[in-house]
């Protein structure tokens, strides 16, 4: 018998309809009843490509007894995480203040019947061994619990008064400190001091692929041509790409790596992490002309529209694991590939197993994930033909079909940027835009997210508001067409609107009032994101207030930018761009078009095009312009005598 989830629309909550535990959604009755009836409150939150909500799922939640004390004892709230952003941001809050560290998913947290949150754990196991409770598994920490509810534990109480006291506290930055071009040169020494020589990268295991570090770190390059930097950035990508966190079969990047080589990932692939890399990768390519980072930047556009799109929506992530294990869809047995090489006549099959480091041992749990060590030989074309078709007949993992605003828009950004090199992805990156306005900007009203056949609910946060605009203005520099810059500034006005609070933005100010984060976690932060939306707006509109704005925002944050810019990585680009000022190019529509190649290869990072009636080409600061040239090789060189 299924439980209250089977009418809720999130893909992660479907999962979870036939637990015999009997879960609510997050509503006002749940908690009606928690408190009318005394009872603890339990809220798991997590997403549907999470390996370790699916074990807690089957280690927990489909435990008759694990979930008989829930039922007599708790109000159950499952939450997904990408649907509620606001509702995991507060907890994840919770979860820190609680345990002095960051949290994960899954997340799971038990309130007083008065929904006062006194204990936060991740995954937590059936029985005592490696919870996060010290000796108490799952059934012993609820059975507790139950206990300490039904006592009216004073202790208990006490304790849940002083998290919510804690919570509710805003602090603010000790003090502003002048913006200074010479930030860069910190982040340098503190990228160094992460950097990995051995496999790149700016971590040791697990090895995230800090999209927005390398992002920095080349537009540091662009400016300053330091080779040093030139060795990290490239060096990181060419590891990340060589196969297992790349998947050199579908395309496209996984989550995050286990291990130092980028060898073996956690198998689920989403889309923000893509989207950001696809823009690393052509950035890369645009700066030092090497083909394999934009060949490897349209495999992952392409794998998102070949198997991660419908109708021109992008769907949110593919899970990891498939027939009940992780990596199961993704990984070879030596066997199966030699005998598929011999079978369409290649000569050397034992050879070229040896280059895709396939082995009867295997590199992964026996089974063999698709590596190369040096460059991918060009036969590989083919055979990654016949490796899909193994493929293909196997279960793909679960797909969340659930389409994001603000992660959509960051794909559809990288399109428009392919578009400067390949002109086929322009008609992509606008179709994908005018499906994502058309499915959630309703009646003026932007939306977070929904599946492509549902009517979105969830009214959209400063992510959703600042992704957007900056894709509308990707798609502005790219047409020319006015229609997007005046989307772009409408959703900015909105965020302005909504979210701004004296230099301080919030990510939500609905049920939960819950502050943005400034640094660059999971993905670049919505703060930076929207600092970058009004720089731009200023100097297309020529509005100083937007300027103003980002000013306000970033010295409100300058005194840890300052200090510590490697955790804002996005945001010292911005200072970067706000004291060095941007260029606008001016020519006829068709000149920029005719010239978008070159155009987009510029070497300032902080260049805007915009379409005039000049015939030649016109070079402008904020204030006035300062050169013309027909000649179009001319204007890198232009730009760099006037700074």
Not at 362 to 386: H, Q, Y
Not at 573 to 582: E, F, M, S, V
Not at 585 to 610: D, H
């Amino acid at each position: 018998m299924a439980n209250r989830l089977e009418k809720e629309d999130s893909p992660y909550l479907q999962q979870h309809k036939n637990n015999p535990v009997d879960w609510w959604p997050w509503c006002d009755e749940a908690f009606e009843k928690a408190q009318k009836e005394n009872k603890a409150i339990f809220i798991s939150i997590g997403y549907s490509s999470c390996h370790w909500c699916h074990v807690m799922e089957e280690k927990v939640f489909e435990n008759e007894e694990c979930a008989q004390i829930l039922n007599e004892n708790f109000i159950s709230i499952k939450v997904d995480r990408e649907e509620r952003p606001d509702i995991d941001k507060h907890y994840q809050e919770v979860y820190q203040l609680l345990n002095r560290r960051a949290g994960g998913w899954p997340t799971s947290i038990f309130c007083t019947p008065q929904n006062k949150p006194f204990f936060a754990g991740t995954y937590i196991p059936p029985e005592a061994h490696t919870g996060d409770v010290e000796g108490m598994g799952f059934k012993d920490l609820t059975s507790l619990i139950a206990q300490k509810i039904e006592e009216n534990d004073p202790k208990l109480y006490e304790n849940a008064d002083e998290v919510e006291n804690f919570i509710k506290h805003v602090e603010h930055p000790k003090e502003a400190t002048v913006l200074k071009a010479e930030f860069y040169l910190t982040f340098i020494n503190q990228a160094k001091s992460n950097f990995q020589p051995k496999y790149g990268g700016f971590s040791v295991e697990p090895k995230f692929p800090h999209a927005s570090t390398l992002k920095a770190l080349q537009v540091i390059d662009n400016l300053y041509d330091d080779k040093a930097i030139q060795a990290m950035i490239t060096h990181t990508l060419d590891e990340m790409k060589k196969g297992g966190m790349y998947d050199l079969v579908d395309g496209g990047f996984c989550r995050y790596s286990v291990d130092e080589k980028w060898l073996v990932p956690h198998f689920e692939k989403m889309l923000y992490d893509n989207a950001l890399l696809c823009s690393n990768y052509l950035e890369a390519y645009l700066a030092y002309k090497d083909e394999k980072y934009l060949h490897t930047a349209k495999e992952i556009a392409d794998f998102w529209f070949n198997h991660m799109s419908e109708e021109n929506l992008f769907y949110s992530a593919s899970d990891a694991d498939s027939e009940g294990e992780e990596g199961t869809y993704f990984t070879y047995t030596y066997e199966e590939v030699y005998d598929l090489l011999t079978q369409h006549g290649y000569d050397e099959p034992g050879a070229m197993c040896e280059k895709m480091n396939v082995t009867l041992q295997g590199n992964f749990e026996g089974k063999n994930i698709i590596r190369f060590d040096n460059e991918v030989p060009t036969w590989f074309a083919d055979v990654k033909k016949l490796l899909q078709s193994i493929r293909g007949k196997r279960a793909y993992p679960f797909i969340d079909r659930k389409v994001q605003t603000s992660w959509s828009a960051m794909m559809i950004y990288s399109l428009f940027q392919l578009s400067s090199v390949d002109g086929s992805y322009e008609t992509k990156a606008i179709e994908a835009l005018d499906a994502l306005l058309a499915k959630m900007f309703v009646n003026g009203t932007l939306y977070h997210t929904s599946l492509p056949e549902k009517t979105p609910k969830v009214e959209a946060f400063l992510e959703d508001y600042a992704f957007l605009a900056k894709a509308l203005l990707s798609a502005y520099k790219i047409t020319q067409d006015e229609y997007y810059l005046i989307q772009a500034q409408r959703m900015a006005n909105k965020a302005l609107e909504n979210f701004y609070e004296k230099g301080l933005w919030n990510f939500s100010v609905g049920e939960f009032k819950t502050k943005a984060e400034v640094t660059d976690n999971t993905y670049t932060s919505s703060v930076s994101i929207i600092v970058d939306v009004l720089l731009t707006l200023g100097m297309l509109l020529e509005d100083e207030k937007y300027t103003h704005f980002a000013f306000k925002t970033m010295e409100y944050n300058s005194y840890d930018l300052g200090r510590r810019p490697i955790y804002y990585p996005y945001m010292m680009i911005q200072a970067l761009r706000y004291i060095k000022g941007d260029r606008i190019v001016k020519s006829t529509l068709t000149n920029l078009k005719e010239n978008r190649s070159k155009l987009g290869a510029i070497s300032y990072p902080f260049t805007i095009l915009k379409s005039s009636d000049d015939k030649d080409f016109m070079i402008c600061g904020e204030k006035s312009c300062f050169a013309n040239t027909s000649d179009i090789d001319q204007i890198d060189e232009l730009i760099q005598k006037s700074l």
